[in-house]
């Protein structure tokens, strides 16, 4: 069964790596393994913390989801060993109905391609000063090519060069070496005086009788002796074929790997002479080979969208991948489909919250670290249940999943969104210009920086370089106020601080930093209103 990609948005946060998580595992109930929870982008220092805690791993990193060569659903996966003769190659050929075969060596590693080309082109390329030499080729491979029956064993492996006996036997002998083979027709003084020279294979040709004499001296001097029907001449012909793959392999094979996309490989089978490319591990070991046709039918990636549901948001090589739902939390974007697609579209707080009910809805259970992580993906979405935007139904899911994990939801959530935070280890100029909105308000330019916490103390400590750093801010974006609210959203108070002329400032009532607003969290409906309403009166 082909793998799902379950996945988040590119800049994943704790919602989107909890939710993605959290429905893999829902699905793999149903369908154990196949589906696989994914991120495409780093994960932030709240995320990180979460995971660890929780003992959970983190989700695959997936680059794209643009189709590569690992998609496609099957390759040719015929193969033959270096050794195997270049006669049973061409069979092979026949039987599978193939140009090319790969040849492999004893651990599987591609060693090259033998193709009908490099065939004929072996065979028609003349080295006639050379005598035809065969093997290495076991003893019953060659008998059977030879369509030999074997009279006397002799060596396991041959591997030497190749006479047909015409000459002068004085002539014969004094070419014939200890690994050579001979081939020799119905002369048995001729047969004897070869094995006795000291011989490898000697091939009784023409189906000629083999005397006991010629099997004594064989036995003795460890020859093999082959009784063949054929003649000598296609005795010859036929070892000529029996050229081991290894000698006539092709190595400019083009090679690919799982992880290569489709156009690439499209690409390099169009490129290559042999219109095929051979697919390999990191290893070099040949995972299969595929050709022109392997492009006919339409690959893809599946995917499930989760936290997000606009292409900008989405992971590289989405419009390519087959889509089959979405599940979000976020306002409507706009993602088209070929096919229809299930899509859930839920106003609350989190895609974890969605997630959750689906269990809760199905009666099934979470595993430990799952449960913690949803809630982890809840209490940050929703700023520990205190965001504007928390619904009843992300209380009765932190309620339900502090039930499964035994853990409390508070104190996870402050420990979640303090180590989130890390305020410490964020330059300061960078805090104060992550998270801006900039207003004109009755005749002035203001910047509203906030940063949340879950604790005042990083105001408190940090207040005169935060006053500094805000007045160089404000000189850089030219405006008439640099405010920034540290907002500690456990202890629902906001911390104000402001860089501007002294005389707005001591008008605003803000010449003792911080300005403590309790009850402030958010900047929208809690602040502005109160700010714009003494601006106006100035
Ligand atoms: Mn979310």
Redesign the pocket.
């Known amino acids: 069964m082909k793998n799902v990609y379950i996945i988040g948005h590119r800049q994943p946060?704790t919602?989107?790596v909890a939710s993605v998580i959290g429905y893999a595992e829902f699905l793999n109930l149903r369908e154990p393994g196949r589906y696989l929870p994914a991120v495409c982008g780093p994960l932030n220092a709240e995320t990180r913390y979460a995971l660890a805690e929780l003992r959970v791993d983190p989700p695959l990193f997936v680059e794209s989801v643009e189709p590569c060569v690992g998609d496609i659903p099957a390759f040719y996966t015929q193969r033959a060993p270096a050794g195997m003769p270049t006669i049973d190659v061409a069979a092979m050929m026949d039987e599978y109905e193939v140009r090319n075969i790969p040849i492999v060596d004893d651990e599987e590693r591609l060693v090259g391609l033998v193709s009908e080309h490099g065939l004929a082109r072996a065979y028609v390329t003349p080295k006639l000063e050379e005598p035809l030499t065969i093997g290495p080729i076991p003893r019953e491979t060659l008998a059977r090519i030879l369509d030999a029956r074997i009279c006397n064993e002799g060596p396991m492996t041959i591997h030497g060069r190749v006479y047909i006996v015409i000459d002068a036997l004085h002539v014969a002998l004094s070419r014939l070496a200890a690994t050579d083979v001979a081939i020799v027709g119905d002369n048995e003084p001729t047969q004897l005086a070869l094995l006795s020279a000291g011989i490898a294979v000697l091939v009784v040709a023409e189906g000629a009788p083999v005397g006991e004499r010629v099997l004594e001296a064989a036995r003795k001097n460890g020859a093999a002796v082959f009784s063949t029907p054929l003649d000598a001449f296609s005795v010859g012909r036929m070892m000529h074929l029996s050229l081991p793959a290894g000698k006539v392999v092709a190595t400019d094979v083009p090679v690919i790997r799982l992880d290569d996309t489709l156009a690439v490989a499209k690409k390099m089978v169009t490129d290559s002479k042999y219109r095929t490319a051979c697919v390999v591990d990191e290893k070099g070991v040949l995972l299969g080979m595929i050709s022109r046709n392997t492009f006919l039918d339409d690959v893809q990636k599946q995917v499930i969208l989760l936290?997000h549901n606009e292409y900008a948001q989405a992971v590289e090589g989405v419009e390519s991948a087959e889509i089959l739902e979405v599940i979000d939390?976020?306002r409507l974007g706009a993602i088209t489909t070929l096919k229809p697609v299930r899509f859930q579209n839920e106003p609350l707080g989190?895609?974890s919250t969605i997630i959750t009910r689906k269990f809760m809805d199905s009666g099934t259970t979470p595993s430990p670290g799952t449960a913690g992580m949803l809630l982890a993906g809840i209490l940050s979405?929703t700023l520990v249940l205190k965001m504007s935007t928390t619904t009843p139904e992300d209380i009765a899911a932190v309620a339900y999943l502090e039930q499964v994990t035994g853990m409390d939801a508070g104190i996870f959530g402050t420990d979640l969104i303090q180590h989130g935070m890390d305020l410490e280890r964020t330059p300061m100029h960078q805090l104060l210009a992550q998270d801006v909105k900039r207003y004109t308000l009755f005749g002035k330019e203001v910047v509203i920086a906030q940063v949340m916490t879950a604790s005042r103390m990083y105001a408190q400590e940090h207040g005169t370089m935060i006053q500094a750093e805000l007045e160089k801010l404000r000189r850089e974006h030219g405006v008439d106020l640099y405010m920034v609210l540290f907002t500690d959203i456990i202890a629902n108070h906001s911390d104000l601080f402001a860089a501007g002329d002294h005389v707005i400032l001591n008008a605003l009532g803000y010449e003792s930093q911080p300005v403590g607003l309790p009850g402030v969290m958010s900047r929208k409906k809690d602040f502005l209103p109160v700010f714009g309403g003494r601006l106006r009166d100035l």
């Open positions: 946060d919602d989107s936290d939390h976020h989190s895609t979405d």
